[in-house]
């Protein structure tokens, strides 16, 4: 009887599989970047990303990253639950953002494929546990960095089109075609951020490979790694010699989507080399280009 029965469940699994392999059926949730329902866009697109993004901070538990001389300190406030990437609560977030990069992959499917049934996200909205357990980890939404993809995720939410922005899971593709695209026809605006003054809406870019190039045209000799935030506004902090900090949210920042803290100097400018090697200021158009 129990041969029988394991027969039973490999039979239901590998159906379902097949079924997956294209189409999802009924049951399994669709979210709307892979259903390709893209908002129209909105009247003021920094306006809508800075609000989704710390909309996601929140949810993901208010996380505070300072970039101080010296050391990054992080804070993670009394009284918040704090999920992490690899953790159940995480996972429909994950999902969303993945399905606004090509291919497009729709996560709660793998999901499905694994557990052998449709019905795998909860009325909550969180993924079902017995699926969630079943899921390889070379199949999780976590299993690859996923920044480039909540970026894209927000640029997406804000309705901004695909012939004005290059969705990616990796930020240099879209650093680079900002950089190379003819003007005016993309929805940010490359500068240098030795001179680029950053306002909420735009994204501020680092390297994450060392050293980082004396120029920062140097970044289309080749695709490098990199991480991008947006910026959601600038305050006060005690670490800065100017006194300013830039706020900026970001994710896959300590397995989170967290709010980083940079310091800026007298003239509104990133600070180089304080926590991150900054390089670039994609600038948002407000969604004006032609």
Same mark, same amino acid.
């Given at each position: 009887?129990?041969?029988?029965?394991?027969?039973?469940? *490999?039979?239901?699994?590998? &159906?379902?599989? @097949?079924?997956?392999?294209?189409?999802?059926?009924?049951?399994?949730?669709?979210?709307?970047?892979?259903?390709?329902?893209?908002?129209?866009? *909105?009247?003021?697109?920094?306006?809508?990303?800075? &609000?989704?993004?710390?909309?996601?901070?929140?949810?993901?538990?208010?996380?505070?990253?300072?970039?101080?001389?010296?050391?990054?300190?992080?804070?993670?406030?009394?009284?918040?639950?704090?999920?992490?990437?690899?953790?159940?609560?995480?996972?429909?977030?994950?999902? +969303?953002?993945?399905?606004?990069?090509?291919?497009?992959?729709?996560?709660?499917?793998?999901?499905?494929?694994?557990? &052998?049934?449709?019905?795998?996200?909860?009325?909550?909205?969180?993924?079902?546990?017995?699926?969630?357990?079943?899921?390889?980890?070379?199949?999780?939404?976590?299993?690859?960095?996923?920044?480039?993809?909540?970026?894209?995720?927000?640029? /997406?939410?804000? &309705?901004?089109?695909?012939?004005?922005?290059?969705?990616?899971?990796?930020?240099?593709?879209?650093?680079? +075609?900002?950089?190379?695209?003819?003007?005016?026809?993309?929805?940010?605006?490359?500068?240098?951020?030795?001179?680029?003054?950053?306002?909420?809406?735009?994204?501020?870019?680092?390297?994450?490979?060392?050293?980082?190039?004396? +120029?920062?045209?140097?970044?289309? +000799?080749?695709?490098?790694?990199?991480?991008?935030?947006?910026? *959601?506004?600038?305050?006060?902090?005690?670490?800065?010699?100017?006194?300013?900090?830039?706020?900026?949210?970001? @994710?896959?920042?300590?397995?989170?989507?967290?709010?980083?803290?940079?310091?800026?100097?007298?003239? @509104?400018?990133?600070?180089? @080399?304080?926590?991150?090697? /900054?390089?670039?200021?994609?600038?948002?158009?407000?969604?004006?280009?032609?």
């Amino acid at each position: 009887m129990t041969t029988l029965r394991a027969l039973l469940i *490999v039979g239901l699994g590998a &159906g379902l599989a @097949g079924c997956l392999a294209g189409r999802p059926p009924a049951g399994v949730p669709v979210p709307p970047a892979c259903a390709g329902a893209q908002p129209p866009l *909105v009247a003021d697109p920094g306006a809508a990303m800075v &609000g989704l993004a710390r909309a996601a901070w929140r949810a993901w538990g208010e996380r505070v990253v300072e970039l101080r001389p010296g050391a990054a300190v992080l804070t993670l406030p009394d009284g918040v639950a704090q999920p992490w990437e690899q953790e159940r609560p995480a996972f429909a977030r994950l999902a +969303d953002y993945w399905c606004a990069v090509p291919p497009h992959t729709n996560y709660w499917a793998r999901a499905a494929r694994a557990a &052998g049934f449709a019905a795998v996200q909860r009325p909550d909205g969180s993924i079902d546990g017995t699926a969630f357990n079943r899921l390889a980890i070379g199949d999780s939404p976590f299993s690859i960095p996923w920044s480039a993809a909540f970026t894209s995720w927000l640029v /997406w939410s804000a &309705g901004i089109p695909a012939e004005h922005f290059r969705f990616s899971d990796t930020h240099w593709d879209y650093v680079a +075609d900002a950089m190379t695209a003819p003007a005016g026809s993309r929805a940010f605006v490359a500068r240098p951020a030795t001179t680029a003054v950053p306002r909420p809406g735009d994204l501020v870019c680092a390297t994450r490979a060392r050293p980082p190039p004396a +120029d920062w045209q140097r970044l289309l +000799d080749g695709t490098r790694p990199m991480h991008c935030d947006l910026v *959601v506004g600038q305050g006060p902090c005690a670490f800065a010699a100017s006194g300013r900090c830039l706020d900026v949210i970001g @994710g896959n920042v300590l397995q989170a989507v967290s709010l980083t803290r940079a310091a800026l100097d007298t003239g @509104g400018r990133l600070v180089p @080399g304080q926590g991150r090697d /900054w390089l670039v200021v994609l600038a948002l158009t407000a969604g004006r280009v032609e």
